[in-house]
């Protein structure tokens, strides 16, 4: 079947990653794929979650829900993240989050909002171990994990995935703060450019802006 351009730029770029890391270990000594001319990807704007559907889904959703929803939309967690997390990973007097399932085995610290606290209490939390189990026993798939979201917003008739709840936590970040580094840094971006990709522009603060442009003396 046909291979999509983003799908084939994210193989090349894993490729890449794993060249650079064999290089940087003296493993071999040349990259492959520095050569590679990567395909280019149409950019898409980003789509979080209507405000009042997320606030709908995480007050209808039972406590395991609840908590999943209020981790990607107030924490800004992946569903890989979110099914990684262990009860040593919430760091209540700190009053942080502890991510050690991130693209790329990378590990970041997030604050731990109220809401998402207050949902994972609700949960029981456990005393240890992972957060999240399946009904028969283990850690959840990501991938499972994320249908089960997605399932559970199309019950709603809402129109929206468990990813779009991190680009609503992506969107409400930058437009409080303005501050690309610090979403960046929150989401466990390695680039600016994915951040950007997550982030949607205000519409208001740009009309007010739009709207004060003036040709003249006023």
Not at 135 to 155: F, K, Q, V
């Amino acid at each position: 079947h046909k291979i999509s351009s983003r799908a084939r730029y994210r193989w090349i770029s894993d490729f890449h990653s794993f060249y650079h890391w064999a290089v940087k270990e003296g493993f071999t000594a040349t990259d492959p794929t520095a050569a590679i001319v990567r395909p280019k990807i149409r950019r898409t704007l980003p789509r979080p979650v209507v405000t009042a559907d997320l606030d709908f889904a995480i007050r209808a959703a039972r406590p395991q829900m609840r908590a999943m929803l209020s981790l990607a939309a107030f924490a800004g967690l992946r569903v890989q993240e979110i099914a990684g997390l262990d009860r040593e990973d919430i760091i209540e007097a700190k009053g942080l989050i502890h991510v050690r399932h991130g693209k790329g085995a990378k590990e970041r610290i997030v604050p731990l909002h109220p809401d998402v606290l207050a949902a994972l209490r609700s949960l029981p939390l456990p005393k240890a171990g992972r957060l999240f189990e399946r009904p028969m026993g283990g850690r959840h798939r990501p991938d499972t994990l994320s249908l089960e979201i997605n399932d559970y917003l199309r019950a709603l008739n809402i129109d929206a995935t468990a990813h779009q709840t991190r680009h609503w936590f992506a969107t409400e970040i930058y437009a409080k703060t303005h501050d690309l580094r610090m979403t960046q840094e929150l989401l466990g971006h390695a680039h600016p450019q994915t951040t950007a990709g997550y982030v949607a522009w205000a519409a208001v603060d740009a009309a007010a802006v739009v709207g004060s442009l003036k040709i003249g003396a006023s």
